[in-house]
């Protein structure tokens, strides 16, 4: 009952937005984290509501408000009177899920927490990865390639919220870099498989852009 309370809460409040952070983005994860999860020792109720509400407020769309999601997620979960440890793990899982840029560090851990970030990770990576990325650079209206203007890979929390480089850009600043951050056995798997698949891209990429293949 309560994750199909959570699933209509969470298909209405991303009714039209941006594709990449909407119900679909949010069922993918879902599914991927039931997946992971299956080979792991977890409170499934905690990793299936954290992975359905992880991105209820991303900040990216609230003004950079880390605070909004969080909040969100635990008025909701009170609502339903979801128990409290539950309501209480969950909210930390979706305060500290996100790269954030800037060589991050958690300053909380739990193998739920592991289980939703690998699955919000391997949802960036891949083909699904690559659609994602155009389509946010085409809804904030950004170049898609600049030869001109290389990635930034030592950017702090702020210069990476706030960064305005081309698309390509952020392969390498964030896409490329999940791999080796992965938490779980099937997550590495998984994002090996997504990564390759990316670097076999670019390389298309880049050939067509001077127009050699």
């Known amino acids: 009952m309560i994750i199909t309370q959570t699933v209509e809460f969470v298909k209405t409040e991303l009714a039209g937005a941006e594709s990449g952070h909407d119900w679909w983005h949010i069922y993918r994860v879902w599914q991927l984290s039931k997946h992971i999860a299956a080979k792991e020792e977890v409170d499934l109720l905690v990793v299936e509501l954290s992975a359905l509400l992880h991105d209820i407020a991303d900040a990216k769309f609230h003004g950079g408000d880390e605070t909004v999601g969080p909040a969100k997620a635990r008025n909701f979960l ?58 946010y650079g085409g809804f904030k209206n950004r170049a898609i390639y600049d030869p001109a203007i290389a990635p930034d890979l030592h950017m702090t929390k702020e210069q990476y919220k706030h960064s305005t480089a081309p698309t390509i850009n952020h392969f390498y600043e964030k896409l490329l870099l999940l791999k080796d951050r992965m938490n779980t056995a099937t997550g590495r798997k998984l994002a090996e498989e997504r990564h390759l698949f990316m670097e076999q891209f670019l390389e298309r990429f880049y050939k067509e852009w001077e127009g050699i293949s």
């Not at 309501?87 to 930390?92: A, D, F, I």
């Not at 840029?101 to 739920?112: L, R, V």
């Open 78 to 135: 009170e609502s339903i009177q979801a128990p409290e440890h539950v309501t209480s793990h969950v909210v930390e899982i979706i305060e500290n899920i996100s790269f954030k840029g800037g060589h991050q560090t958690g300053k909380f851990y739990s193998i739920e927490l592991g289980v939703v970030q690998d699955a919000d990770r391997l949802d960036a990576l891949g083909a699904i990865g690559i659609a994602r990325t155009f389509n």
